[in-house]
């Protein structure tokens, strides 16, 4: 589920330059388009779906480098506000 949501995001925030479906959990997505820009409005779309803000920490290239560095970001976020 919360792949699907961040893949949706993506779709919709990340102008890709190939379709996020397409890409595996570990694809390099500043290689597949995403842009410092867009991985802001990425990030922003994170905060609103999930209701989580992240962190100062967070706030690097690493962080959405890829669908499985998204999803590590949003449970680590998730679980320190419980």
């Known amino acids: 589920m ?7 995001i993506l779709a919709e925030f990340g102008r890709l330059r190939v379709d996020v479906a397409t890409l595996d959990d570990d ?7 995403l842009s ?3 991985a802001v409005n990425v990030m922003i779309a ?4 999930f ?12 962080t959405f480098a890829s669908v499985d560095a998204i999803r590590a970001a949003v449970d680590e976020v998730t679980e320190k506000a419980t």
Do not use: C, M, N, T
Request: net charge negative.
């Open 2 to 8: 919360i792949d699907e949501q961040i893949r949706d």
């Open 27 to 33: 694809a390099d997505l500043y290689g597949a388009g």
């Open 36 to 38: 410092s820009h867009a």
């Open 46 to 49: 994170l905060e609103d779906v």
């Open 51 to 62: 209701d989580i803000e992240f962190p100062d920490s967070l706030l690097r290239k690493s």
